[in-house]
C-alpha cells in the first residue's frame, strides 16, 4: 500500500450561529426589533443607530441581525450612558402604550390574504407595488386598532436583487434570507417544538413551518415549505415569489388559499370579514365551503351563501391577461379530491372559474373569486369603471356600468414613507395628534402657514440626503461592475443638488413607458444640458426575469445614459427596493409616471411623492385621475388621440418635452431675491394641502369598512343567526325561483317610447303597460326599460340609462306594471325590457343575475 504525503476529502462546512447575550437593560431594545413597528418610528430607529453606527450599517439597517451582532465593549458603553438608557425606556414606554391599546370592537374583525407584503426592505418577501400596499395597509390597520390577521409566505429567497452587467443587462441574483436574523418569530406548539401545519394536496401530504410577523398590533403569519418533511419538489413551494412554472404558481395559490384557512383554524383564529387581495387567494373560499359543508352541515349552496356573505375580493389587475389562468388538466390534477369533498359535479366546480360557463376556457382565479365573494373591487375611481367592464362577462345581460364591483382607492402609510425630515415638520406645525386624523383636510391646510424658506430649504435637504445616498451605496458597486471607472467618476460629479430633479422609478413593465422620454435624444439632450438651468433625471425599476421587453428597456436606458451628451444628466439605480424607493419619492423635485391610459390600476409611489412635497407630473390614469389638481402638479390627458399605439406614444413625448421646456423649469428656476422660487413653492403648497390628505392608507382603511367591510359582517351574521335560518331560505328562494325562471309569460305589452303623453308640467313621458303571468313563480318580479345607444364607434350598446316600471296590481298570477317616465338624454337611441326576480335579503342583482329580455 502506498501512503501518501497529503490525503483529503473535500471540507463540509456547517452554520453556526453565535450571537451576542444581551443584557437585561438592552432586552427592550430586543423586544422592539422583533416588532416592525420600529419602521415607522424615527425615535426606535435613531436609537439603533446611535448604540453602534457601524453595525447599524454594516446590518443594512436590520436590528434583529444588529442585535445579535453587538460586541460586548459597545452594550458595557451603552448600559453606562445614562442618555442613552433614558432614551431607550422612552422609547420603550411609548412602544408599550401603543401596544396596550386594544382593538377598536366597533368595527368587525378581519382576516387578510396576499402573496406579498411589503413591510421593510429586511424582510423580502414582496416584488412591487402589491406587496407595498398590502404592508402599508397592515400597518393602517395595527394604527387604527383594526382587529386583523393576515396571512402570507416566508420566502427562502424571495424576489430577486438586481445587479447590471457591463453592457447593462439585467442580472437576477436570488440569495436566501437567514430566517434567525430577520424580525420574525417561530410560531412553536406549547412543548417548544416548531409548529407544523399540515396541507393535504391531491396525492400527498405538504407540511409547512408557520413564522410570525409582529406588525405593530397586528400578526402576520407566514407559510414556509422550505422543511425536510418535504420532497425537494415541495421545499421549493415557497422558495421564490412569481417563480417557477404554471404547476409550482398552481400549489402556491393551493397553499395560500386552502392551507391559509387551515393555518388559520390551526391558531384558533376566526374573523368576520375574509379579504382576498387579488386572485391569488381565491382557494381560500374551496376550504371555507368544505368546512361549512363538513362541520356545520350545511348544503353547497347553504355554504356558498354563508361564504360569500363575508368575502371582499380586491383585484389590481386591469387588463385581462395579467389575471391568473389555469388549464383544466391541472386544475383537475390539484382540485378533483376536494371537489369531491364539496359534493358538486366537476363541470360546475370549472364553471365557477369561467365567464363563459360550459365552455373550454382555462379555469380563471379571479373569476373564482367574483363568484364566491359577495363584494368586489378595484384599487382607484377609473380602475373600479376598467373592471367593471372587464368583468362584465360575468353577469351577462348586465352593463358594466350596473354591476355592483365598486373601488377604494389606495393609499399610502404616511409614517413609513414621509421621510424624517418631512415628519419632523408635520409635528412641528400640523401637532402632535396629526397621525391620528392625517387624511383630514382641514389640517393640511395648516401648510399654508409654513414660510417658504422653511419649505424650499426642506426640500434642498432632502435632496442632498438623495445625492448623498448615491455617492455612498452605488459608487464602489459601480466602480467594481462598470468597465470604465474615469467615466464612473465624472458621472457622480455631474450630479448636481442644484439642477431640477425629476425621478422615475417602478416595475419596468412595457405598459409603462419607460421609453417615452428618449424619443427625440437632441430634444432631450438641449433639456438636459441647459448651462441656465439644468435637469437631470433618476431611473431605478426591475423588471420580471421573464420579461424581455422590460429588460430590454432598462438596457435601452443603460445605454443612453453613458452617452457623452447624457452622462451624469441621467442616471440609472439599479436594485429598487423599499429602502431606495424613499429616498426617490423623498429626494427629486419631479415624480414622472407615463403610463399606457387606463392600464396603472392605481400606482402609489406618486402618492408618497406627495407627502414629500415631490410634485407629480403624470397620465391622467390610476390615483392621479381623481388626484390631479391645477397648480398643484402636471397631468398628461386621459383621452387618446390615436388609435395606433406609437403615434400615442410619439404625441405624449412630445407633449412632455413641451410642458418641461415651457411651463416646469421655467417655474422652478424663477428664483427670487432669496434664492428659491416662490411659484415652486406654491405648487409644492397646494398638492399638500388639496391632494396628500386623500390619499392615505387612513382614508383607505375608513372607506374599507364604510363600503365594505360593514355591509358584510352585518349580512353575514344575520344569514348565521339561529342555526343559519336566512341563509337557507334565501336558498331555497333561489332555488325554486331558478328551477321555474323559463316559465314567465308576458301577457301584454303595450310599450312605445315614441309615444308620450303631456302631463301637468308640460314635460314629455313615455306611458306603457306590461301584463305578465308569472304561473307558478313565487317571487316577487320587477320590470325595467333599458335605453342604450349603438353608434359608429362602438361596437357593443352603451348603456344610457335604465327605469323600473311600477306594479300597480296583482291579479292571480298576474302582475301589472305600469310607467310613465321623462327620458332625459336627447338623440334617437334603442331600448329593452327586462325582467328580473327580487328578494329584499339580496346584496345586489349580480347575486342572483336571473333576468329576462321581453
Not at 419602521?39 to 443594512?60: C, M
Not at 429567497?157 to 424580525?183: C, H, K, R, W
Not at 415628519?423 to 391646510?445: C, L, R, V
Amino acid at each position: 500500500m502506498i501512503i501518501k504525503s497529503n490525503h483529503s476529502n473535500t471540507p463540509i462546512w456547517r452554520d453556526i450561529h453565535v450571537h451576542a447575550i444581551l443584557p437585561p437593560e438592552l432586552h427592550p431594545l430586543e423586544e422592539i426589533s422583533h416588532n416592525l413597528w420600529w419602521v415607522w418610528n424615527e425615535e426606535a430607529k435613531a436609537i439603533f443607530e446611535v448604540l453602534d453606527p457601524e453595525e447599524w450599517e454594516k446590518s443594512g439597517k436590520n436590528p434583529v441581525l444588529m442585535m445579535q451582532n453587538l460586541q460586548s465593549d459597545i452594550t458595557e458603553s451603552a448600559i453606562n450612558n445614562k442618555e442613552l438608557m433614558d432614551r431607550i425606556h422612552r422609547v420603550y414606554d411609548k412602544f408599550k402604550h401603543y401596544m396596550s391599546q386594544s382593538y377598536n370592537t366597533n368595527r368587525p374583525s378581519v382576516a387578510y390574504f396576499s402573496m406579498e407584503y411589503g413591510l421593510s426592505h429586511v424582510l423580502k418577501i414582496y416584488s412591487g407595488g402589491l406587496g407595498v400596499l398590502a404592508g402599508d395597509y397592515l400597518k393602517e390597520a395595527s394604527d387604527s386598532r383594526v382587529n386583523m390577521t393576515a396571512v402570507g409566505f416566508l420566502y427562502r429567497y424571495g424576489y430577486f436583487t438586481q445587479s447590471l452587467s457591463v453592457d447593462g443587462q439585467q442580472i437576477a441574483n436570488y440569495e436566501a434570507q437567514n430566517f434567525g436574523s430577520l424580525p420574525i418569530t417561530q410560531v412553536n406548539n406549547n412543548d417548544g417544538t416548531p409548529m407544523i401545519l399540515e396541507v393535504p394536496f391531491h396525492d400527498r401530504v405538504i407540511y409547512s413551518h408557520i413564522w410570525k410577523v409582529a406588525v405593530g398590533r397586528i400578526n402576520l403569519y407566514l407559510m414556509d415549505t422550505d422543511l425536510e418533511q418535504n420532497s425537494e419538489y415541495d421545499r421549493s413551494i415557497t422558495h421564490q415569489l412569481y417563480g417557477g412554472d404554471w404547476e409550482n404558481r398552481m400549489k402556491q395559490e393551493y397553499l395560500l388559499g386552502i392551507g391559509g384557512i387551515l393555518l388559520l383554524k390551526k391558531l384558533g383564529i376566526k374573523k368576520e370579514v375574509y379579504h382576498m387581495n387579488e386572485g391569488h387567494a381565491a382557494f381560500i373560499n374551496v376550504q371555507r365551503l368544505i368546512d361549512y359543508i363538513k362541520e356545520e352541515g350545511l348544503t353547497f349552496n347553504e355554504a356558498l351563501e354563508v361564504v360569500r356573505s363575508s368575502t371582499l375580493y380586491t383585484v389590481h389587475t386591469p387588463v385581462p391577461a395579467g389575471h391568473d389562468y389555469f388549464d383544466e388538466s391541472l386544475i383537475a390534477k390539484y382540485m378533483t379530491p376536494i371537489v369531491e369533498k364539496i359534493g358538486i359535479s366537476w363541470p360546475r366546480f370549472m364553471d365557477m372559474g369561467r365567464a363563459n360557463p360550459g365552455t373550454n376556457e382555462k379555469f380563471s382565479m379571479s373569476v373564482f373569486a367574483l363568484n364566491t365573494a359577495q363584494e368586489a373591487n378595484g384599487v382607484s375611481k377609473l380602475h373600479g369603471t376598467v373592471s367593471q367592464h372587464m368583468f362584465q362577462p360575468v353577469w351577462k345581460g348586465y352593463f358594466p356600468e350596473e354591476l355592483h364591483v365598486s373601488y377604494v382607492t389606495n393609499g399610502i402609510h404616511l409614517p413609513s414613507w414621509a421621510s424624517s425630515t418631512m415628519k419632523a415638520m408635520y409635528e412641528k406645525h400640523f401637532g402632535d395628534t396629526f397621525y391620528e386624523d392625517q387624511s383630514n383636510p382641514d389640517i393640511w391646510k395648516k401648510i399654508y402657514d409654513v414660510s417658504d424658506n422653511e419649505i424650499w430649504n426642506l426640500r434642498a435637504q432632502l435632496k442632498k440626503k438623495l445625492i448623498d445616498y448615491i455617492h455612498v451605496e452605488f459608487k464602489e458597486g459601480w466602480l467594481q461592475n462598470q468597465a470604465d471607472p474615469t467615466r464612473i467618476m465624472n458621472m457622480l460629479e455631474e450630479v448636481n443638488p442644484n439642477a431640477l430633479l425629476i425621478g422615475f422609478s417602478r416595475r419596468f413593465a412595457t405598459y409603462k413607458r419607460a421609453h417615452l422620454l428618449f424619443t427625440d435624444l437632441e430634444r432631450l439632450a438641449r433639456i438636459v444640458n441647459n448651462p441656465r438651468y439644468p435637469v437631470q433625471f433618476i431611473f431605478a425599476g426591475k423588471a420580471h426575469p421573464a420579461d424581455g421587453g422590460g429588460q430590454g428597456l432598462i438596457k435601452q436606458i443603460v445605454e443612453i445614459s453613458r452617452r457623452p451628451e447624457f452622462l451624469g444628466k441621467i442616471i440609472f439605480l439599479e436594485n429598487y427596493d423599499m429602502r431606495l424607493g424613499k429616498r426617490l419619492v423623498s429626494g427629486v423635485d419631479i415624480w414622472l409616471n407615463t403610463p399606457t391610459r387606463a392600464q396603472e390600476a392605481s400606482g402609489t409611489s406618486g402618492e408618497k411623492a406627495e407627502v414629500n412635497g415631490v410634485l407629480n407630473f403624470s397620465v391622467l390614469d390610476g390615483w392621479w385621475y381623481e388626484g390631479y389638481v391645477e397648480g398643484a402638479g402636471w397631468a398628461l390627458t386621459d383621452k387618446r388621440t390615436y388609435d395606433n399605439q406609437s403615434f400615442q406614444d410619439e404625441l405624449d413625448a412630445s407633449t412632455i418635452y413641451s410642458m418641461l421646456e415651457n411651463e416646469i423649469i421655467p417655474l422652478y428656476y424663477a428664483h427670487n431675491s432669496n434664492g428659491y422660487s416662490h411659484e415652486w413653492v406654491q405648487y409644492i403648497k397646494k398638492s399638500m394641502a388639496e391632494i396628500a390628505p386623500h390619499f392615505t392608507t387612513k382614508r383607505m382603511m375608513d372607506d374599507y369598512f364604510d363600503r365594505f367591510y360593514n355591509k358584510l359582517a352585518h349580512r353575514s351574521a344575520l344569514l348565521q343567526e339561529n342555526n343559519y335560518q336566512k341563509a337557507k331560505e334565501i336558498v331555497k328562494w333561489k332555488e325554486e325561483t331558478a328551477s321555474k325562471w323559463d316559465t314567465l309569460e308576458v301577457v301584454k305589452m303595450e310599450f312605445n317610447p315614441n309615444l308620450k303623453m303631456k302631463v301637468n308640467n308640460g314635460n314629455d313621458e313615455v306611458y306603457s303597460q306590461v301584463v305578465i303571468d308569472k304561473k307558478s313563480l313565487n317571487c316577487d318580479i320587477g320590470l325595467e326599460c333599458v335605453v342604450v345607444d349603438h353608434d359608429n364607434m362602438n361596437k357593443e350598446p352603451q348603456f344610457i340609462e335604465s327605469f323600473e316600471f311600477d306594479l300597480v296590481r296583482t291579479e292571480g298570477s298576474l302582475l301589472y306594471f305600469e310607467t310613465s317616465k321623462q327620458l332625459n338624454d336627447p338623440g334617437t337611441h334603442q331600448y329593452g325590457l327586462r325582467i328580473y326576480p327580487k328578494h329584499p335579503d339580496l346584496p345586489h342583482r349580480m347575486d342572483f343575475a336571473y333576468i329576462k329580455w321581453i
